[in-house]
C-alpha cells in the first residue's frame, strides 16, 4: 500500500479503563490448562471434601468429608492416603428418613475436625441429624475413639455451619485472638448476619455483625447463669459510596494474623440483599476498629419515645459491662464473672449492641465484581522484592472458579482467573499453607501452587503478571519465585517495563493477506494478550465511523477506501507490540468470473444428473408394474383352465371359508387357500377386505381375484 493511501493511526481501548479493570481478570486459564497445574484427590463414593486441617510437623492434610475423614500427603494430595470410615448405621439412616428428613441428609457429615493434643483428633459430624464426637489416634489413624454425643458442639445439618439450631441469625465465622501475654484478655469474635431491629423500615433488613466474648467468661452467678456476661455485638458496614450499594449479606470471613498473633484484619465476602447475590464485594476490617467500637457507647431502645438511642456515660455501670475480668478487675474484688454485680449483669443482658458501627478499612470495598457470586476467601501476605507487603487474596465462586488478586494500594485487581472443574460446582472451602492452595468441593480436593512462576516465560510477562511473590532474574532468564535475594526485576506499582526489562527482539507476526470484494462484511481478529492490555489499529480509511470495534477485532464493509493494510498493537505498562497483520487486496475480476463460471457449471451438471436418475427410476418402476400384471393375468387364465374354484359353492351364496387343498401340490399352487396362522396362504389378513352383504371379493395386493353373489351359481 502507497503513501497516497494516507495511513492514519486508530487508538482503540480494548482493555477497561482503570476504575473497572480491579474486576476483571487480567488473565483467565480453561481447565484443560489448569488440569496441567493441580494435584487432585477423590474418593470413590465420598463425597463432600468441605473441613481441612494442616499439620505441619507431621506433613499431612487431614480431610473431613461425608462419612469419612482422610491423612493426605501436604506436598502432594494425589498420593496413597489413609481413610477412616465413619458412617451411621442402616437403622438409623432409615430411622432418619422416616422422620421426614431426605436420604441424603441421612449420613455423617464431618463438620468439625481439630488438634485435642499432639497425639489425638477431635472431630464431630451429623451423624444423621444426631451429631457424634469422638478421638482419633494420630499415630495409627485407624478409627474415631470415645464416641460421645455432639449436641451443642456440632451442627446438626450438612449445610450449617456452627451448633446453634435457628434460622437468624446466619452464622459465618468465628477466630480467637489473643490479648495479652497473661492471656486475660483473650477473646472469641464471631461473624454472623441476622435481621436487624433498629431499623424502623417497612420490611425487615438484614445486617452484617461482629460479635465478641472474653475466653474466661464463666457465666454469672444468678444473672445470666451459664450465659455470656461478655457478649457484645455491632455492625459491620460495607458499602460503596460510589453507587451507593450497600452489600449487607455476609457470605465468609478470613482473620489474617499478624506473627504475634495480638492484631489481624478481616476480610469478608458480602453480597447485595436487593440483587439477588449475583454482585459480591470484598471488605477489610482492622481489629482496632472493632476494638474502638466495642469500648465505645451502648445502644437502647427507648419504650417511652419508640426509637433507639445512645446510652449516656452516666449511665452506664462500673464496672464496665462486657469487660474481661484483667488483673486489674481482680485487684477490685473482682475475681471472675461469678462475682460481678447484678446490676452489671443486666445492663450488659439488656444493651449487647454498640452504638458505633464499623466501617472498612479504605472506606469502602477493596473489590467488587458483578455477575460473580463469591463463596469461600482466604488470604495471606507476601513480602515483595522491595521489602513492601501486599495481601493476596484467592477468592472461591459458586460455579467452580478461583479468582488470585493481589491488594496494590487502596484497591484488589484480579490478576488470574482458574477453571477448576470441568463442569461448574461450589467451592466449599479453601486452605492456605506455604506455597499451596487446597480447595475443597463435593467431588474432590484440588491442590493448586500459588507461587507458580514458572509459567512466566519472558521478562514482560513475569513483571506484568503483577505477582508480588514472583521476580525476573537476569542471571538465569528465567521467571522465580524470590526469597528476598537482591538483583531480581519486580514492579507491582510503576510498571516500568521498558526500563526493566532488556529489550529484545520482537516477534512481528506474518501478514495475511486477504482477498474481497466490494461491499463483504469483513472482521479482522486482534486477541489482546491480556484483558488489560490497550490495543490500537493502524488502518487505510480517514473516516473512523465505517468501522466498528470490537474487544478482539476490527469490523467494517469493504470499500475501495477501506482497502489496504492494517496493523493491531497492543500495549500493557509501556510494553507489547504487534498482534495481528494483515493486507486487504480485492480479488481480479478473471479469477471471480472464473469461479463465477465453475460454480455454475457445477448446479447445472448437478440438476442433470438428478433428472436423469429420476427418469431411470420411473422407467423401471413401471417395467415392474407391467410385468406384475402380466404375471396375475396367467396366474388367473391358469386357474380357470384347471376347474379351481376360490370358494365353496354347496349353496347359493358364497361361504367364507376357503378351501382346504386336498394334496401338497395344492399348498404349493400361488392360489391355495389353505390357512396358516390366521392368513390366507400364507398372506396377511390386510390383503382381505371385509365381506359385503351381498359379494365378497379376495384381494391379492389390491387386485380382485375373484367376485361371486347369489346369480352367479
Known sequence: MGPGLGLRLLLVLVGLG?????????????????????????HEAISNYSIFLVAPQTRTLYVGAKNAIFALPLESVNQPAKMISWEVPKNLRDSCTRKGKKEAECHNYIRILEFADESHLFTCGTFAFDPQCGFIKVANFSSVE????????CPFEPTQQSAAVMVDPVFVGST?????????????????????????????????????????????????????????????????????????????VFTLHSVNGTSAVFYGIFSAQRDGGQVSAVCAY????????????????????????????????????????????????????????????????????????????????????????????????????????????????????????????QKAVVIEDLTLFPEPQPIQSLQLHQSWLYVGSSTEVTQVNITDCERYKSCIECVLGRDPSCAWSRELGACIR?????GLLQDLTSLSILTLCPQG????????????????????????????????????????????????????????ETLGDYI????????????????????????????????????????????????AGSGCFFIYERKRRERLQRELLSRERNGL??????????????HTPSSPEDERHPLATAKKNGSLNGFPHLYINELDKDQARIYLTGVPLAKCDETSI
Not at 593 to 602: H, I, M
Open 286 to 409: 482492622s481489629i482496632r476498629d472493632i476494638q474502638k467500637a466495642m469500648n465505645g457507647r451502648f445502644k437502647e431502645f427507648k419504650h417511652d419515645c419508640d426509637k433507639w438511642t445512645s446510652v449516656m456515660g452516666g449511665d452506664v455501670p462500673e464496672p464496665r459491662p462486657g469487660a474481661c475480668i484483667t488483673k486489674s478487675m481482680k485487684l477490685a474484688g473482682f475475681g471472675s464473672s461469678l462475682a460481678l454485680p447484678d446490676r452489671v449483669l443486666t445492663f450488659v443482658r439488656d444493651h449487647p449492641l454498640m452504638d458505633q458501627v464499623v466501617h472498612p478499612l479504605e472506606m469502602g470495598p477493596v473489590l467488587i465484581k458483578l455477575d460473580t457470586q463469591y463463596l469461600r476467601i482466604a488470604v495471606h501476605r507476601v513480602r515483595s522484592v522491595s521489602g513492601q507487603e501486599y495481601d493476596m487474596l484467592y477468592l472461591g465462586t459458586e460455579d467452580g472458579h478461583l479468582h488470585k488478586a493481589v491488594k496494590i494500594a
Open 146 to 153: 470415645r464416641q460421645e454425643s455432639g449436641r451443642g458442639k
Open 568 to 615: 493491531c498493537q497492543c500495549m500493557e505498562g509501556g510494553a507489547g507490540g504487534v498482534v495481528a497483520s494483515y493486507s486487504l487486496v480485492r480479488g481480479s475480476s478473471s479469477a471471480n468470473a472464473w469461479k463465477t463460471t465453475e460454480r455454475n457449471y457445477s448446479v447445472l451438471v448437478g440438476l442433470l444428473l438428478f433428472f436423469l436418475g429420476f427418469a
Open 505 to 560: 527482539t520482537e516477534d512481528v507476526p506474518v501478514t495475511v493477506e486477504v482477498l474481497v470484494s466490494l461491499a463483504a462484511r469483513v472482521v479482522l481478529p486482534c486477541t489482546p494478550p491480556s484483558a488489560w492490555a490497550t490495543c490500537m489499529w493502524q488502518r487505510p480509511s480517514q473516516d473512523a465511523t465505517v468501522y466498528a470495534l470490537h474487544s478482539d477485532g476490527l469490523e467494517f464493509t469493504v470499500t475501495e
Open 482 to 486: 524470590h526469597q528476598g535475594q537482591s
Open 18 to 42: 482503570a476504575a473497572a479493570r480491579s474486576a476483571v481478570p487480567r488473565t483467565a486459564r480453561p481447565f484443560p490448562e489448569v488440569q496441567q497445574m493441580v494435584h487432585r484427590f477423590s
Open 176 to 252: 480467637f485472638l489473643r490479648g495479652g501475654e497473661s492471656g486475660e484478655d483473650d477473646k472469641i469474635y464471631f461473624f454472623f448476619t441476622e435481621t436487624a431491629r433498629e431499623y424502623d423500615f417497612y420490611e425487615q433488613v438484614k445486617v452484617p455483625r461482629v460479635a465478641r466474648v472474653c475466653k474466661g467468661d464463666l457465666g454469672g452467678l444468678k444473672t445470666l447463669q451459664k450465659r455470656w456476661t461478655t457478649f457484645l455485638k455491632t455492625q459491620l458496614v460495607c458499602l460503596d459510596p460510589e453507587s451507593g450499594t450497600n452489600f449487607n449479606l455476609l457470605k465468609d
Open 645 to 658: 374354484d376360490l370358494m365353496q359353492s354347496n349353496t347359493t351364496s358364497c361361504s367364507h371359508e376357503p
